[in-house]
């Protein structure tokens, strides 16, 4: 598995590249701050100025079935949010 799973597009995602020039990822949760910026660097050619790094813990779900609680749980989640040196741009949309 790579270090890169997908770029993440939500309104607060696109509001941040938008102003202040940051890119969110989801990655790897293994992953670490060096090796999220060496995969963005050369994934995209830019050069990476910062990186942000958040884990989501799992959340814990439950439902009510003929044949009794069902429990589940979802999967961790790690998330990167890079910004990006000025005059540099990261196109989220060129491969749609």
């Known amino acids: 598995m790579g270090i890169?799973?997908?770029p993440l597009i939500t309104e607060k995602a696109t509001n941040l590249s938008e102003?202040?020039?940051?890119?969110?990822?989801?990655?790897n949760p293994s992953a670490n701050?060096?090796?999220?910026?060496?995969?963005?660097e050369q994934t995209y050619g830019?050069?990476?100025k910062e990186v942000r790094t958040m884990i989501s813990r799992p959340k814990v779900?439950?439902?009510?079935?003929?044949?009794?609680?069902?429990?589940?749980k979802t999967?961790?989640?790690?998330?990167?949010?890079?910004?990006?040196?000025?005059?540099?741009v990261i196109d989220l949309y060129g491969n749609l």
């Open 19 to 27: 102003v202040q020039n940051r890119f969110t990822f989801l990655v």
């Open 4 to 6: 890169l799973i997908r």
């Open 33 to 40: 701050k060096i090796e999220i910026k060496k995969a963005i």
């Open 61 to 72: 779900k439950t439902k009510f079935t003929k044949n009794g609680l069902q429990v589940g």
């Open 75 to 88: 999967n961790k989640l790690k998330k990167a949010i890079v910004e990006v040196e000025n005059g540099q």
């Open 46 to 48: 830019v050069t990476i």
